[in-house]
């Protein structure tokens, strides 16, 4: 295995510690803030008890009077209950994702930019060797990855209180008591299988989840090549981590070589490739057969082949059927790429 491989699998090991602290982080802030919505929801329902009539204790322990799942008193309810849901996720707890979300992206930073040095050294042993840490990423730029993680928590945070708006609603219409709204709101938090179809939307803590482990992979392959064009490299080749998870569009892409100003951070969420720089004298090489030798054209046409293999046994596919899909997906953006150039219409060609 070329060390670049390697070098690209041992940083992968380590930026998924990132990743997994930078989850643990943010759904743990969604949880606290959870928490104080039930509790909240308890405290309103309590409320609505009038100690005047007689209790009327149901299935499920709790005390009502009567009339209280009437149209009237169902609408009261559900205005104060929206007063409460509106600090579900308060601009406090927006603040501490966005602090911790910034730590992991100033070490994925790091961790790229390392990366990205030490793949340049390997590509090119006449550069220098890189001893210092890591600092071709400002500040400024991290912050605004920071701001553009949170404000999609910020967004599913509206998408989750139409969905608590909407349980509620039922709730109250067929006389459901805190206990169980309760339940149905943790469902709709935890994205969990709904038999009731209450939850149409992806779970809160699963969608904190996609956004942390994405966008530190993001800033971390931003680092990679950040660092590669600062040593003087025009070009990259795309290496995908190779398991039965590799997508087709990420290994459609292993081993091709591409302008690095054409290369988005991240193929999609939760993309695990990796950026190696590649010799700007290699790939504008103009005899073909010295240029092939340079680029180690059949080692990478044979890792290549492999992943196909690998995609075909994984697919229960003919190699020509999954060799056919991945050269067809090399063709079609990937999700980053559309989301970065809306008008996208066709991927950034391999070079050569």
Not at 24 to 51: C, E, F, H, I, K
Not at 162 to 179: A, C, F, K, L, S
Not at 232 to 238: H, S
Request: proline share 5%; glycine share 6%.
């Amino acid at each position: 295995m070329p060390s670049e491989l390697q070098l690209a699998d041992d940083y992968a090991g380590a930026l998924k510690a990132i990743e997994a602290r930078a989850v643990v982080n943010t759904t743990a802030a969604l949880q606290r803030s959870l928490t104080a919505l039930l509790r909240n929801l308890r405290r309103y329902y309590g409320q609505y008890v009038d100690p005047s009539l007689p209790n009327q204790q149901s299935a499920d322990g709790v005390t009502r009077r009567p009339g209280s799942y009437s149209i009237q008193d169902g609408s009261a309810k559900f205005a104060e209950l929206i007063k409460l849901s509106q600090g579900f996720l308060p601009d406090s707890q927006l603040r501490a994702i966005e602090r911790a979300l910034r730590t992991s992206f100033e070490e994925a930073v790091t961790l790229g930019g390392d990366l990205g040095q030490q793949l340049a050294r390997e590509a090119d042993p006449s550069l220098p060797d890189p001893r210092g840490v890591f600092v071709g990423a400002s500040k400024e730029a991290i912050k605004a990855a920071a701001a553009t993680a949170t404000a999609y928590i910020r967004g599913e945070v509206e998408s989750f209180r139409d969905n608590v708006t909407r349980i509620v609603t039922d709730g109250i219409g067929q006389g459901v008591g805190p206990r169980k709204l309760e339940q149905q709101i943790r469902t709709a938090l935890l994205g969990a299988k709904d038999p009731q179809g209450l939850n149409n939307i992806m779970g809160l803590k699963q969608r904190a989840e996609l956004i942390a482990r994405s966008e530190v992979a993001n800033a971390y392959v931003d680092a990679q090549k950040a660092s590669a064009a600062r040593n003087g490299f025009a070009y990259g080749r795309w290496i995908a981590t190779k398991d039965e998870r590799t997508c087709p569009v990420c290994a459609s892409r292993h081993g091709r070589i591409y302008r690095l100003d054409q290369m988005v951070g991240t193929l999609h969420p939760r993309c695990r490739c990796s950026i190696s720089p590649v010799s700007t004298d290699a790939v504008e090489e103009s005899d073909p057969k010295l240029r092939a030798v340079l680029l180690r054209d059949d080692y990478w046409e044979n890792a290549r082949k492999n992943i196909t293999d690998q995609f075909a046994e994984s697919k229960k596919w003919p190699f020509e059927r999954a060799s056919k899909v991945l050269e067809d997906a090399v063709l079609k953006p990937s999700t980053s790429e559309k989301r970065r150039y809306p008008d996208i219409k066709e991927a950034p060609q391999p070079v050569g």
